[in-house]
């Protein structure tokens, strides 16, 4: 552990993948950071990379084994960033800091994936200690060393402290042609352009718009996961050559990380057994619960985002793999039907069937963000929000670009589905997204993704909806009562079993 007395300008509790990755993001830009972790093998490895990536530069990390030295280290008021798992290590970190004699202006920054409720909590817990504030990042590993995404919320006054940190190590965008600008070699800092780091505002919430990128990330690697599985499994195309495919469309309006990594993992092959390698991982998705989290939160406020939730149960259903072995010999698929369309022509179909899906699914991200804002009486910035993810990110992508141009022209648009850039998409592609629809049921390819985002598509753009139904079963059985379309006030019940009866304003 190297003890040497340097005064350090940030504090870095927990070096683990994403802490290690940042603490050196940030020394690259200029920074010196006084590390800490309980494990602290994983200090001396971040010193250890530090010295091999950057020989050429004074030790930039410097080790240290407790709180009360790390403390000790650190120019005041302090800022001391934390990257621990959600939940209770994060107050473990913090209680610790307190008996460690952290002052009132001193700054304690959560970097991980905590849930926003914790967060805005912890804000005011904190709040005669030190100043809480928090930033979500996102982008992985990769992101975290080279340029991650970073949504930081909490005290405004913290914020104009951090903003130039966090503006250093985001990743960057071109302003003129909004693409990210490619990664900064290590030991040297991020190269100049936009930051995709902007305050989101009040505590709490900028861990929640994380959340939503979660939840729209989930939606995204779901509908690439399905139209590959047409891909796979009803037009009988190797996992290359819809790597292919991936590659081309990655040309074009799905220009995006996920559709670039799904390309590279569908190109791997197995080193041992020379087959393509997602043919050997077991068809059982894990989740942290970010997506879980949104599900929830969308179903709590009552925001529909089936697309994201359908997301979050295909992965459930796929844990239950014994379960689906055992069926897969009792249940039949269709007897005949399916794909009918020529292969040329499917993959067109599907580009476009993916590219409508996705815009729905970002559409009830938005939403959801601009339901839960409402809600929590939060000024959300969706345009800001949309360019802070251009680069950086899981879901960055060139489509965000005309997402954060449809906040820019009307900030307080209800649904990307009604900007005319979207509607304009929508109008050109829909025909074929509706046959991949119709084709995949046929075949028995599950894509309820695809098909929820239709759904809703279907639903948003229709003036009556079945509800009106729906509304008369709930009074019929629970005298739940109904409002009248050629009535613009009242709630209204019909004695069902007394049908000379008149109905009654309730
Ligand atoms: C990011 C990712 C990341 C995500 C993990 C696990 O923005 O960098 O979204 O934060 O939480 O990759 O994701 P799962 O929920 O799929 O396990």
């Given at each position: 552990m190297n003890k040497q007395a340097v005064t350090?300008?940030?504090?870095?509790?927990?070096?683990?993948?994403?802490?290690?990755s940042l603490a050196l993001n940030l020394a690259d830009n200029g920074y010196t950071v006084a590390a800490f972790d309980l494990e602290s093998h994983r200090v001396d490895a971040a010193i250890a990379q530090d010295r091999l990536e950057a020989p050429h530069l004074p030790q930039r990390i410097f080790g240290y084994s407790s709180y009360t030295e790390l403390l000790s280290s650190l120019s005041?008021?302090?800022?001391i960033m934390v990257s621990v798992p959600a939940g209770d290590p994060v107050d473990q970190v913090c209680n610790q800091l307190i008996d460690a004699g952290i002052e009132s202006e001193d700054i304690v920054?959560?970097?991980g994936n905590s849930l926003w409720t914790d967060t805005r909590d912890r804000e005011k817990h904190y709040a005669d200690r030190f100043i809480f504030f928090s930033t979500a990042v996102s982008g992985g590993e990769e992101g975290a060393r080279f340029g991650p995404a970073l949504m930081p919320s909490g005290d405004p006054v913290a914020w104009t402290r951090l903003r130039p940190v966090f503006e250093a190590i985001s990743a960057k965008v071109d302003a003129a042609t909004g693409l990210p600008i490619e990664r900064n070699e290590p030991g040297n800092p991020v190269k100049e352009g936009e930051p995709c780091a902007a305050y989101i505002g009040d505590s709490g919430s900028g861990h929640y718009v994380k959340m939503v990128h979660n939840g729209i990330e989930y939606a995204d690697m779901q509908l690439i996961c399905e139209v590959y599985h047409v891909m796979r499994h009803a037009m009988a195309m190797t996992p290359s050559e819809i790597a292919s495919v991936l590659r081309e469309w990655n040309k074009g309006p799905l220009h995006s990380y996920l559709i670039e990594i799904s390309a590279e993992v569908l190109d791997h092959k197995d080193q041992e057994?020379?087959?393509?390698l997602v043919d050997i991982i077991m068809d059982k998705a894990g989740q942290k619960g970010t997506g879980l989290w949104t599900a929830v939160s969308a179903l709590q406020i009552g925001a529909p985002a089936p697309t994201i939730t359908n997301a979050v149960f295909a992965r459930a259903l796929s844990t239950l793999k014994e379960v689906r072995v055992a069926a897969s010999k009792t249940l039949p698929g269709p007897k005949s039907g399916g794909i009918t369309t020529d292969k040329e022509h499917m993959i067109e179909q599907l580009h476009d069937a993916l590219y409508c899906a996705k815009i729905c699914a970002y559409a009830q991200g938005f939403q959801l963000m601009q339901?839960?804002?409402?809600?929590?009486g939060w000024d959300l910035n969706f345009s800001s929000i949309a360019k802070i993810w251009r680069a950086g990110c899981i879901?960055?992508?060139v489509f965000l670009q005309p997402i954060a141009d449809a906040f820019e022209r009307n900030p307080q648009l209800d649904s990307l589905l009604m900007d005319p850039f979207f509607v304009e998409?929508?109008?050109?592609?829909?025909?074929?997204?509706r046959s991949v629809v119709a084709q995949a049921?046929?075949?028995g390819i599950p894509a309820g993704a695809i098909s929820s985002a239709l759904a809703y598509y279907d639903s948003y753009r229709t003036e009556v909806l079945p509800a009106n139904l729906l509304q008369g079963q709930r009074d019929y059985f629970g005298a739940h009562t109904f409002a009248r379309v050629d009535l613009n006030e009242g709630k209204y019940h019909v004695h069902w079993s007394e049908p000379g009866r008149p109905m009654r304003k309730v």
């Open positions: 350090a300008s940030i504090g870095f509790v927990g070096l683990g993948v994403m802490g290690k005041t008021p302090r800022i920054v959560d970097t057994t020379g087959k393509p339901l839960a804002a409402k809600e929590h879901i960055r992508a998409q929508l109008v050109r592609y829909q025909d074929n997204w049921v046929l075949a």
